[in-house]
């Protein structure tokens, strides 16, 4: 239980277009999700709070024109990154809040997405 | 504002060695802790966590962490490593439980000797 995937696993794209990175929490359903950043060696950065069914919250330094979150369901969060640029290759993780009793509040993560951009 | 240190970097141990990995935080009320573990690639795995009451607690693939308040320190032990448990650990403490936002540490990379 307690699974949170990502698609795609991988993306290479050009410089100037928009890529779209899917987070979906599997067995459970998820109001609040997590999108963090990881440059190479590093931790990771909290980017933006996705909550479903209103706008995101994005930490002090983040372009929300550029990093465009969506959380339409309870079940999917969305990350687009706008004219990416190769200062935006990253590895970009999610991660799923489970509320459940069973889980007592705790995030679990997806495995990554690593972009890299041309 | 909540943080975490992470004093090691780097770890080596041999095979079959115990383990302990050091996390302090810093944080006004009681914090909510965390041990996860990342493999090169790949996302974060939940080790275990620590909300309240036994300030030991057990997580998975072996691995445990004791709770000392006045130390500050949620330290991550194994008695004998294996050679799988190679990869990036990471502490982190949240405001109130999980959801709310989580503060990592910088990381303990940890070596495996065979």
């Known amino acids: 239980g307690a699974v949170v995937s990502q698609h795609p696993s991988w993306v290479i794209c050009k410089s100037g277009t928009s890529v779209k990175i899917e987070c979906r929490s599997l067995?459970?359903?998820?109001?609040?999700m997590f999108w963090y950043r990881q440059f190479p060696k590093q931790s990771l950065m909290l980017m933006a709070t996705?909550?479903?069914?209103?706008?995101?919250?994005?930490e002090q330094g983040v372009e929300k024109d550029k990093f465009l979150i969506n959380h339409a369901s309870l079940t999917l969060s969305t990350l687009t990154v706008t004219s990416a640029h190769p200062e935006d290759s990253s590895f970009y993780i999610c991660?799923?809040?489970?509320?459940?009793?069973?889980?007592?509040?705790?995030?679990?993560f997806g495995p990554g997405t690593r972009l890299t951009v041309l | 504002a909540q943080s975490v240190t992470q004093p090691d970097i780097h770890i080596t141990v041999s095979e079959g060695a115990s383990l302990e990995l050091r996390c302090n935080y810093s944080?006004?009320?009681?914090?909510?802790l965390f041990w996860y573990v990342q493999s090169p690639g790949q996302g974060l795995q939940l080790l275990l966590k620590?909300?309240?009451?036994?300030?030991l607690v057990q997580g998975i693939k072996g691995f445990e962490a004791e709770f000392k308040r006045s130390q500050s320190s949620f330290n991550l032990r194994k008695p004998s490593v294996h050679w799988s448990d190679a990869a990036e650990y990471f502490c982190?403490?949240?405001?109130?439980?999980?959801?709310?936002?989580?503060?990592f540490g910088t990381g303990t990379q940890l070596k495996v000797e065979l």
């Open positions: 991660s799923a809040r489970d509320v459940g009793p069973r889980r007592a509040d705790t995030q679990y």
């Open positions: 067995d459970f359903q998820a109001t609040t």
């Open positions: 996705s909550n479903e069914g209103s706008k995101a919250t994005y």
């Open positions: 944080y006004g009320a009681t914090p909510y």
């Open positions: 620590y909300f309240s009451g036994d300030t």
């Open positions: 982190a403490v949240g405001a109130t439980g999980g959801g709310n936002k989580l503060t």
